[in-house]
């Protein structure tokens, strides 16, 4: 196989992995392109989270080897007559539901080509109508990987005519004495990833974070910064604030959940 191929499939769903669901997906890809390799980014997307979807695209980019393929599929609207599309950037092909999915991309990345995928010769010839990920992306991916152009997969549409939807905000009412944002989700030790970005604030100043009933959560550097259970916040490895316990689940200790405000302030 020529090496001008991109040899790398990205996965990422919201299938979780207690089904059968991403094994059959694998199973397809690895059918048609043998010598790929899949890289499992997360399957475990809270269920039709699309903006939650979106938002671990946005972060994941800088990671993705160079011309891989992701596949990302958070599909609510499966079946219906929502496009599947796959869009090229300057590094990287994606594909997806055009339901808004890929906003970090087309907010982020130069876009070279779009297409609405139609031909149905590059996807299974039985084809469920709650199953695209299967039917559709794995198949397209794996022909991609082989060699097939962005072209075959079906006719140019305009990547402004596709779905974008609004990212969580981080934003100030007060010149940057304080930060409106909001809880994105919950990461596999209970901690809480918001919205607040620490590249919008200033990191020299002392900070605290306020979010439902837990006021004056200092923002430290790192979790030694505070005693054992006590409450912190810091910049996480994605550049979000994140509230956590040191050694315990911020979730299951403040009930907390995806969703819920949270605010930025300048310690007094």
């Known amino acids: 196989m020529s090496t001008e191929y991109p040899h790398t499939i990205v996965v990422m769903t919201d299938f979780g992995l207690h089904d059968t669901y991403v094994g059959q997906m694998k199973g397809v890809i690895l059918s048609l392109a043998p010598f790929v390799q899949i890289i499992d980014l997360t399957h475990s997307i809270s269920p039709q ?20 393929i992701i596949l990302s599929v958070v ?22 539901p055009d339901n808004g ?5 087309f907010q982020t990345r130069k876009i070279k080509r779009c297409v609405s995928i139609t031909e149905k010769r590059f996807m299974l010839s039985e084809r469920s109508s709650t199953f695209h990920g299967r039917d559709v992306f794995s198949p397209v991916a794996a022909h991609l990987a082989s ?19 609004p990212m969580p ?14 809880i994105i ?22 900070w605290i974070v306020s979010a439902g009933t837990c006021n004056q959560i200092p923002v430290v ?24 316990v040191r ?9 907390l959940k995806e969703g819920n405000p949270v605010k930025l302030s300048i310690r007094s």
Do not use: H
Request: proline letters at 3%; one cysteine or more; glycine letters at 12%.
């Open 247 to 255: 050694n315990g689940n911020a979730a299951y200790t403040t009930g």
């Open 221 to 244: 550097t790192t979790y030694s910064d505070v005693q054992e259970q006590e409450m912190l916040a810091y910049t996480g490895s994605g550049g979000m604030i994140e509230i956590a």
């Open 101 to 105: 999915l890929l906003t970090a991309i």
């Open 75 to 96: 599909d609510p609207g499966v079946g219906s007559s929502r496009k599947a599309i796959a869009v090229a950037t300057e590094n990287q092909t994606f594909l997806a």
């Open 49 to 68: 989270n699309i903006v939650q979807g979106a938002f671990f695209l946005g972060k994941s980019l800088p990671f993705f080897p160079e011309r891989s």
């Open 147 to 165: 060699g097939v152009s962005l072209q075959e997969l079906g006719n140019a549409i305009d990547p402004a005519d596709c779905i974008k939807i």
């Open 169 to 182: 905000e981080c934003k100030s009412c007060d010149n940057g004495q304080s930060w409106d944002g909001s």
């Open 185 to 206: 989700y919950t990461d596999y030790f209970g901690n809480l990833v918001t919205s607040l970005d620490s590249k919008r604030f200033d990191t020299g100043k002392l």
